[in-house]
């Protein structure tokens, strides 16, 4: 019999929109709610949001965010009850969420054992195979030896994905066409693992051509029950990592649903999985599907799965966490609509999406029924150059496909910011794209379909018509001052 767990007192190990994002649930639940912030985020959002804010430590996250015995100092000093990690910083670092374990906090998420597992991709691919789910045929252990790993490269055939075993967010990783082009790939994988994760180990796999990434989102509680709340489509990426998501896929059926949500619940079972969880593959042309790795966390996107399924994840997160069962069963959940998002970042998409810094001189959010942001800056902040540059998440519902896509483009127009660039240029030019509107597309969609001087014309052009709309204004406003006193 589990017991169930009263939760008084949850701290946010995070910042911006996802802290304040976990405090309006555990503040629509009753639970008081402590933020966390290094010295440059002092005046930030989510430390006014919170019921109570400690200071940590100074703006580099090495020396605040990524500080687990101070934060878990933090919970005990305030008599928190639980740690809720957000995602990125400590979220999947299983020493972390170990020591909570050992100092009787909480951590809103899997236990450490999942999180190691799931944590490296040879160790999650050992995990699952004997669940017969499909993976892309590749090496089955970590590699540094080069002439090693060639002879499995020629082995698999070209061409081949090189990646980072400890790794994610696209470091690491490196496509190889041909041959001649292995030895200088294969070292330059190994350094980029070694700068970002400390690790050189690689592994080698099959490249897939044409991919989609479709992800399923699970949640498993203590009691043995393991639910899939379906698919997240995220296919548009730059640079290997995700800007625009949606739910459901334009593609998948309703079988092939059900074969994927199915093989990410075994997924979830090889790992003893508690917590809200997403589960990753990929969709080759022809609807085969590849385990690809599991993300031990909430995803940045899970908004979308959250409006077609009429959910609150963070909730759900919770309540699990205090031992209680889950309260609704798989054939409970219907999809319900469509969701799609973008990742509002502090990006110059005309300049090979490099971070933006700078102060936000004019910071309007759009409003509007169907219309959510999960926002984490104020308009005269400036841009910290320590953290990912993701200002907010805008994401739109509608009934149908069409209808949420339209909402988005709306949406993007009633978005203003001055001072630093930002994605939502490049949104617009994806939304507006036939390619997407179709739904065929896949995650070559920036190679095949965008460049800067396509976005820069757009954007003249934008500029133009609203110039000359002023104007018009301009003097019909002059015509009404003019008319003689009746």
Not at 59 to 81: R, T, W
Not at 134 to 145: K, N
Not at 256 to 261: I, N
């Amino acid at each position: 019999m589990v017991k169930i767990i009263k939760m008084k007192k949850i701290l946010v190990a995070n910042r911006g929109e996802i802290a304040i994002r976990v405090m309006k649930t555990a503040q629509k639940m009753g639970i008081k709610t402590v933020a966390v912030y290094s010295t440059v985020d002092r005046n930030a959002p989510h430390v006014k949001f919170a019921d109570e804010a400690v200071w940590i430590g100074e703006a580099p996250s090495s020396q605040s965010y990524l500080l687990g015995h101070k934060i878990i100092e933090v919970a005990k000093a305030l008599n928190v009850d639980a740690i809720h990690p957000g995602y990125g910083f400590l979220s999947e670092n299983a020493d972390f969420a170990e020591e909570c374990e050992k100092n009787d906090i909480i951590f809103i998420g899997p236990k450490s054992k999942a999180i190691r597992v799931m944590g490296s991709k040879l160790a999650a691919k050992e995990a699952v195979k004997d669940y017969n789910i499909p993976m892309v045929p590749g090496v089955d252990e970590a590699i540094t030896d080069i002439e090693k790993a060639k002879v499995a490269a020629k082995a698999i055939g070209f061409p081949i994905l090189i990646k980072a075993s400890a790794g994610g967010g696209g470091k690491g990783m490196r496509v190889v066409e041909s041959e001649s082009d292995f030895e200088s790939q294969m070292n330059r994988a190994i350094s980029e693992a070694i700068a970002a994760f400390g690790d050189g180990s690689v592994f080698i796999e099959k490249y897939v051509a044409s991919p989609r990434h479709i992800e399923i989102q699970v949640m498993a509680d203590s009691h043995g029950n393991i639910l899939y709340l379906f698919e997240r489509e995220c296919s548009i990426q730059r640079r290997h990592q995700k800007v625009i998501e949606e739910a459901p896929s334009s593609v998948l059926s309703p079988e092939l649903r059900k074969q994927m949500g199915e093989a990410a619940v075994l997924v979830a079972k090889s790992c003893d999985y508690l917590g809200a969880g997403t589960v990753e593959f990929l969709l080759d042309e022809n609807n085969n599907f590849y385990f690809l790795e599991m993300n031990t966390r909430l995803q940045v996107e899970h908004p979308v799965t959250e409006w077609i399924t009429g959910t609150d994840l963070v909730e759900l997160q919770i309540r699990v966490a205090r031992g209680e069962v889950l309260s609704m069963k798989q054939e409970d959940l219907k999809i319900k609509g469509h969701a799609v998002e973008l990742r509002v970042y502090a990006e110059d998409p005309t300049n090979d999406f490099l971070p933006s810094v700078g102060n936000l001189e004019v910071y309007e959010l759009p409003v509007g029924e169907n219309i959510r942001v999960d926002n984490g800056f104020e308009q005269g902040m400036d841009i910290p150059i320590y953290y990912d540059p993701m200002l907010a998440k805008l994401i739109t519902y509608g009934a149908t496909r069409e209808e949420a896509i339209q909402l988005m483009i709306k949406a993007i127009d009633g978005y203003h910011v001055e001072g630093v660039q930002t994605t939502l240029p490049f949104g617009k030019f994806v939304f507006e794209h036939e390619a997407f509107r179709s739904g065929n597309f896949d995650t070559h969609f920036v190679k095949k379909y965008y460049n800067a001087e396509i976005l820069k014309n757009q954007m003249a052009k934008e500029a133009e018509i609203a110039a000359l709309v002023a104007m018009k204004q301009y003097f019909e406003d002059q015509k009404i001052i003019r008319l003689p006193i009746q």
